[in-house]
């Protein structure tokens, strides 16, 4: 165990354990002369553990003053999980219900539904690393891979506020994957892309993206938050539509995401109990044993060394009470 | 034993000794201290990438310098104070998370604070009132008081006269402050382009140097030009400063009087803390302090005095 104190300026205090090598606490008595007393080795060993033990005693007060500790330490342990980035769209149509309308009486809005169903998510895996990024107009990095629950939590209780224009989902997962890129851990990495919507990735976005989902495996779940009567992922043009990514942006991202040969699987969830299937499910599949961390706090020491000062003063108590006045001969006769 | 009763070494070390043992036995007390929740939203316009601020001695964006300032709030904020963070662009404030425990989810926090960057914005323009008004609504939703960081540029211009947008909410129901980040000095902002390359500085046609969205001053009708119809602004070139850009600290102070809030440079008060626990709430919260050191000190001060007292009074005590 390694140890630490909280206020280390203490150790300054230091050289004041020196002092009962230097000095005796016993009374000082005369003695009319001894040169005739030879030191015997008992004498020399009472003498010095009294000193030791004075020593002893001002070291272990200093050193319980200044918070001496034993060093939190952090242990690696295996366990089942993965490292997964949440890929959340704040575009403002994630403020209506899966019917398309703003919320009302009881209702509950597409991202109201996801939040709570993603903090259940969350809750619910223990040895996950979760990093947390949000796109719109524009990507935005809002969490590190962190295992702090609660600020996840955070992050996604953050969702439901009213969101931007517009859904640049190329960008966003480029911002996802540099996240996973971060990480050099050999955990299974997961990208959670929650979205309400698609939207044409931009051709030089596409290469990007291709490269680095070829650069390692990475499991990409896409949560599509299918408003009623919009079309989905495996609608097929009807006759005489035009089959483009303008026209149907989902079908095809969908389709660009088949094409990168990675694990990959779309859920289309109509209303919120599809959401929490889907959830249930990503959360089923992504099961590969990962090496977590594990925080052992730091232990207050400090009590324990009052109580080895306490040793060293009832010592020095003992030869105290044990002490005897020398009276002058010639007044005791 | 009488002279044992006389003798103050005995007594020192008997209280000594006692004041150990109730070192080791005093339970934590409880204390009661003051922390804050607090929303940080940071301006991260096109203006706040302008180099007029140093960190540690070394010329830094506004932006930069003011993700300093707030690592080094975070750090110094008391433990179960929470913070929230967001970013404003355009005329809103947008919320990336609810307020976290400062020290709990100290290490998150930190690294969301370092990545906050200016290619999150989602639009080139910058109306500081409107995206401050924005984030008190955000900051009463959550109960926090704010901490908006901006160096008060707007773009464009506000309309002439200089009127402030309404502002709907109730003044003062959030505290906190409005914090200006940048120099003092009129200095040109850097343009980027589309793949956020720094391709030069801004010239005073690169951006609009009065806002015509509005009625046109009162004295626009002596301005060269002028048509009451086709050219309410008269016909000239608009001159102005619009392209050059300092902490506004005036517009800010009128602003922050507005909404309720406080207002502090970053260059005059780079400590964020003072500023801020004068102006938000307390929320008052029950911490269980150890006062054992205490008592151990004093174990401590009377056995130094025990051993210290004869070379203090130059005694040459005969050793046994």
């Given at each position: 165990m390694n140890f630490g104190l909280s206020t280390p300026m203490v150790l300054l205090l230091l050289p004041l354990a020196l002092l009962p090598l230097l000095r005796s606490a016993q009374v000082p008595q005369n003695f009319p002369s001894i040169e005739d007393i030879e030191t015997d080795p008992v004498s020399v060993a009472v003498d010095w553990v009294l000193r030791l033990a004075g020593a002893l005693a001002i070291t272990a007060l200093i050193l319980g003053i200044g918070g001496l500790h034993g060093l939190g330490r952090t242990i690696e342990k295996t366990g089942e999980g993965a490292h997964i980035v949440l890929l959340i769209d704040r575009s403002s149509s994630m403020d209506n219900t899966f019917a398309g309308r703003a919320p009302e009486g009881g209702e509950e809005s597409k991202s109201a539904a996801a939040r709570r169903l993603l903090k259940d998510f969350i809750l619910r895996r223990q040895h996950d690393l979760v990093g947390v990024a949000a796109f719109s107009t524009s990507p935005m990095h809002v969490l590190p891979m962190t295992e702090h629950k609660e600020a996840v939590l955070a992050a996604v209780d953050a969702m439901d506020r009213p969101g931007l224009a517009f859904t640049n989902v190329g960008r966003g997962l480029a911002l996802a994957l540099d996240m996973?890129?971060?990480?050099?851990?050999?955990a299974a990495r997961v990208v959670v892309l929650v979205s309400d919507g698609a939207a044409v990735i931009d051709r030089k976005v596409q290469d990007a993206l291709r490269t680095a989902f070829a650069r390692r495996p990475i499991n990409l779940y896409w949560l599509f938050l299918r408003t009623e009567g919009t079309p989905?992922?495996?609608?097929?043009?009807?006759?005489?539509e035009e089959d483009t990514p303008q026209a149907m942006p989902?079908?095809?991202?969908?389709?660009?995401?088949?094409?990168?040969?990675?694990?990959?699987?779309?859920?289309?969830a109509e209303n919120p109990e599809a959401v929490g299937h889907a959830i249930a499910e990503i959360s089923k599949l992504e099961r590969s044993p990962i090496t977590y961390t594990e925080r052992i706090p730091h232990e207050d020491l400090k009590g324990r060394a009052f109580a080895v000062a306490l040793v060293g003063l009832l010592i020095l108590l003992a030869a105290k009470l044990a002490e005897v006045r020398l009276v002058p001969a010639t007044e005791g006769a | 034993m009488r002279e044992r009763l006389d003798d103050a070494r005995f007594w020192t070390l008997l209280a000594a000794t006692a004041l150990t043992c109730l070192a080791i036995l005093l339970p934590r007390v409880t204390l009661t201290r003051?922390?804050?929740?607090?929303?940080?939203?940071?301006?991260?316009?096109?203006?706040?990438?302008?180099?007029?601020?140093?960190?540690?001695?070394?010329?830094?964006?506004?932006?930069?310098?003011?993700?300093?300032?707030?690592?080094?709030?975070?750090?110094?904020?008391?433990c179960q104070s929470r913070l929230g963070l967001g970013v404003f662009t355009e005329r809103r404030s947008f919320l990336l998370f609810n307020p976290i425990d400062v020290c709990a989810d100290f290490a998150p926090l930190e690294t969301a604070i370092q990545n906050l960057?200016?290619?999150?914005?989602?639009?080139?323009?910058?109306?500081?009132?409107?995206?401050?008004?924005?984030a008190v609504e955000i900051a009463a939703d959550l109960k926090a008081d704010l901490v908006f960081v901006t160096d008060g540029h707007e773009a464009p211009p506000l309309?002439?006269?200089?009127?402030?947008?309404?502002?709907e909410g109730?003044?003062?129901?959030?505290?906190?402050?409005v914090i200006g980040a940048g120099g003092t000095d009129k200095v040109p902002m850097p343009k980027y382009d589309d793949d956020g390359n720094e391709i030069g500085t801004y010239g005073p046609m690169d951006v609009p140097q009065e806002n015509h969205s509005g009625p046109p001053p009162p004295d626009a009708?002596?301005?060269?030009?002028?048509?009451?119809?086709?050219?309410?602004f008269g016909s000239d070139v608009p001159q102005g400063e619009e392209h050059l850009s300092s902490v506004k600290s005036e517009h800010l102070a009128a602003i922050a009087a507005r909404v309720g809030l406080a207002h502090a440079d970053l260059i005059t008060s780079p400590d964020l803390l003072s500023a801020i626990t004068s102006n938000a709430h307390p929320r008052p919260v029950e911490v269980a302090v150890d006062i054992r050191p205490l008592a151990a000190a004093l174990a401590l001060a009377l056995l130094v005095a025990l051993y210290a007292a004869p070379l203090i009074a130059r005694r040459i005590p005969i050793g046994i």
């Amino acid at each position: 165990m390694n140890f630490g104190l909280s206020t280390p300026m203490v150790l300054l205090l230091l050289p004041l354990a020196l002092l009962p090598l230097l000095r005796s606490a016993q009374v000082p008595q005369n003695f009319p002369s001894i040169e005739d007393i030879e030191t015997d080795p008992v004498s020399v060993a009472v003498d010095w553990v009294l000193r030791l033990a004075g020593a002893l005693a001002i070291t272990a007060l200093i050193l319980g003053i200044g918070g001496l500790h034993g060093l939190g330490r952090t242990i690696e342990k295996t366990g089942e999980g993965a490292h997964i980035v949440l890929l959340i769209d704040r575009s403002s149509s994630m403020d209506n219900t899966f019917a398309g309308r703003a919320p009302e009486g009881g209702e509950e809005s597409k991202s109201a539904a996801a939040r709570r169903l993603l903090k259940d998510f969350i809750l619910r895996r223990q040895h996950d690393l979760v990093g947390v990024a949000a796109f719109s107009t524009s990507p935005m990095h809002v969490l590190p891979m962190t295992e702090h629950k609660e600020a996840v939590l955070a992050a996604v209780d953050a969702m439901d506020r009213p969101g931007l224009a517009f859904t640049n989902v190329g960008r966003g997962l480029a911002l996802a994957l540099d996240m996973q890129e971060a990480d050099t851990s050999p955990a299974a990495r997961v990208v959670v892309l929650v979205s309400d919507g698609a939207a044409v990735i931009d051709r030089k976005v596409q290469d990007a993206l291709r490269t680095a989902f070829a650069r390692r495996p990475i499991n990409l779940y896409w949560l599509f938050l299918r408003t009623e009567g919009t079309p989905g992922i495996s609608s097929v043009p009807a006759p005489g539509e035009e089959d483009t990514p303008q026209a149907m942006p989902e079908r095809h991202l969908d389709r660009f995401f088949k094409s990168l040969g990675i694990s990959y699987r779309a859920f289309e969830a109509e209303n919120p109990e599809a959401v929490g299937h889907a959830i249930a499910e990503i959360s089923k599949l992504e099961r590969s044993p990962i090496t977590y961390t594990e925080r052992i706090p730091h232990e207050d020491l400090k009590g324990r060394a009052f109580a080895v000062a306490l040793v060293g003063l009832l010592i020095l108590l003992a030869a105290k009470l044990a002490e005897v006045r020398l009276v002058p001969a010639t007044e005791g006769a | 034993m009488r002279e044992r009763l006389d003798d103050a070494r005995f007594w020192t070390l008997l209280a000594a000794t006692a004041l150990t043992c109730l070192a080791i036995l005093l339970p934590r007390v409880t204390l009661t201290r003051d922390v804050y929740d607090l929303l940080v939203i940071v301006d991260i316009t096109g203006s706040m990438t302008t180099r007029d601020m140093s960190v540690a001695g070394k010329p830094a964006s506004r932006l930069d310098a003011a993700k300093a300032a707030l690592e080094r709030l975070v750090a110094d904020l008391p433990c179960q104070s929470r913070l929230g963070l967001g970013v404003f662009t355009e005329r809103r404030s947008f919320l990336l998370f609810n307020p976290i425990d400062v020290c709990a989810d100290f290490a998150p926090l930190e690294t969301a604070i370092q990545n906050l960057d200016w290619r999150m914005a989602w639009e080139g323009d910058s109306m500081v009132a409107k995206g401050l008004y924005h984030a008190v609504e955000i900051a009463a939703d959550l109960k926090a008081d704010l901490v908006f960081v901006t160096d008060g540029h707007e773009a464009p211009p506000l309309p002439s006269g200089g009127a402030l947008p309404e502002f709907e909410g109730t003044p003062g129901k959030v505290l906190g402050l409005v914090i200006g980040a940048g120099g003092t000095d009129k200095v040109p902002m850097p343009k980027y382009d589309d793949d956020g390359n720094e391709i030069g500085t801004y010239g005073p046609m690169d951006v609009p140097q009065e806002n015509h969205s509005g009625p046109p001053p009162p004295d626009a009708h002596l301005r060269p030009g002028y048509h009451p119809k086709w050219a309410p602004f008269g016909s000239d070139v608009p001159q102005g400063e619009e392209h050059l850009s300092s902490v506004k600290s005036e517009h800010l102070a009128a602003i922050a009087a507005r909404v309720g809030l406080a207002h502090a440079d970053l260059i005059t008060s780079p400590d964020l803390l003072s500023a801020i626990t004068s102006n938000a709430h307390p929320r008052p919260v029950e911490v269980a302090v150890d006062i054992r050191p205490l008592a151990a000190a004093l174990a401590l001060a009377l056995l130094v005095a025990l051993y210290a007292a004869p070379l203090i009074a130059r005694r040459i005590p005969i050793g046994i």
